[in-house]
């Protein structure tokens, strides 16, 4: 079973920065980030293919950078210029191409950490 495992959530006020990294514990094509906002259902914020084309939501678009370090099997989330409406359970997905019947041949998520951004 494949783990991933996200830390660098916390409390920050607005303005401020975090970095989220979530190691994968093998290779995975498709690594990233969503987020769950209490009561609102859980959006994409973030992914980057092994090769590194990346996309964001508009949402986060210019405040936060994805990378990842294929070396480590290892996934970032650099988040700057926190607002409050970014406060969320941010979690970290790993999945493999998409298959007929869209369906990815693996689909992988970590248990989340929390991000509050508050004064």
């Known amino acids: 079973q494949v783990q991933l495992v996200e830390s660098g959530g916390g409390l920050v006020q607005p303005g401020g920065s975090l970095r989220l990294s979530c190691p994968a514990s093998?290779?995975?094509?498709?690594m990233g980030w969503y987020r769950q906002a209490p009561g609102q259902q859980r959006e994409r914020i973030a992914t980057?293919?092994?090769?590194?084309?990346?996309n964001y939501a508009d949402s986060v678009k210019g405040r936060f950078t994805i990378s990842r370090d294929n070396a480590k099997n290892t996934v970032y989330l650099q988040m700057n210029s926190l607002k409050p409406e970014d406060t969320a359970v941010y979690y970290c997905?790993?999945?493999?191409?998409?298959?007929?019947?869209?369906?990815?041949?693996?689909?992988?998520w970590g248990l989340g950490t929390q991000v509050t951004v508050s004064s």
């Open positions: 997905n790993g999945r493999g191409r998409m298959i007929s019947g869209g369906q990815y041949e693996y689909d992988y």
């Open positions: 093998t290779s995975i094509f498709v």
């Open positions: 980057m293919s092994r090769g590194g084309d990346s």
